[in-house]
């Protein structure tokens, strides 16, 4: 069974840089596969960050492309997110996702706030 | 980038009613692609329809999807309910990957 985890801080000051980890079980992610990273804001609907493929080519939606890393770790079967210079409006529950193929996988998601 | 427009916005039903949920999408997509969620307050989206049409695992046969390129429906037979609820589409294949604006389905 594949399952994904988010992990990371839950409150992060603003115009530092947000970090997340997404640990992946079951499936390894250099296989195949794209692994993405997903919002939700208060209130809103799902919003795109972006996409990394097994072999490493990443994917940013232009909304966050100045500011947003997404990098893999093979070693630890994780993929990660870095979102830097982060204001009260980058508060959202943030999910890890599987795509391009196949059952598409999420993690239950992680609560980050932007707050001084 | 493929643009996915959910309707209705809202769509307001009685249990044991039907539910017709449509995603039309902006270009010709892929089947494989297609994913059908629902989501409830405070709670993580649940995969209900990929590949356009196939059920996950130990979601209700009264969930079913179809369509084609650039329609796509999701039909909730007899209502429940525990299926008011929010519901996205999504694209998920070569990225960008993209979602509807979503349709709730609220009691009438």
């Known amino acids: 069974q594949v399952q994904l985890q988010e992990s990371g801080p839950g409150l992060v000051k603003p115009s530092e840089t947000l970090s997340l980890t997404c640990t992946v079980s079951g499936y390894s992610i250099t296989s195949d596969y794209y692994w993405g990273w997903i919002r939700q804001s208060p209130g809103k609907g799902l919003e795109w960050i972006g996409s990394?493929?097994?072999?490493?080519?990443?994917s940013y939606s232009p909304s966050f492309k100045s500011r947003v890393t997404i990098f893999l770790d093979p070693s630890k079967n994780q993929f990660s997110l870095n979102l830097s210079s982060v204001t009260a409006t980058d508060t959202a529950v943030y999910y890890c996702?599987?795509?391009?193929?196949?059952?598409?996988?999420w993690g239950q998601g992680a609560q980050v706030t932007v707050s001084s | 980038e493929i643009v996915l427009a959910q309707s209705p916005g809202t769509l307001s039903l009685s249990p044991g009613d039907t539910a017709t949920l449509s995603c039309r999408a902006s270009?010709?997509?892929?089947?494989?692609?297609l994913v059908w969620f629902q989501q409830k307050p405070g709670q993580a989206p649940r995969l209900l329809i990929h590949?356009?049409?196939v059920r996950a695992t130990g979601i209700p046969e009264r969930f079913s999807g179809s369509g084609s390129g650039t329609d796509f429906t999701l039909t909730i037979s007899r209502l429940e309910p525990e299926d008011f609820a929010v519901y996205y589409c999504q694209y998920n294949g070569r990225p960008p990957w993209t979602f509807g604006q979503g349709t709730k389905v609220e009691i009438k």
């Open positions: 996702a599987r795509g391009r193929g196949g059952t598409p996988y």
């Open positions: 270009q010709s997509v892929s089947i494989s692609y």
């Open positions: 590949a356009a049409s």
């Open positions: 990394i493929s097994h072999s490493g080519t990443t």
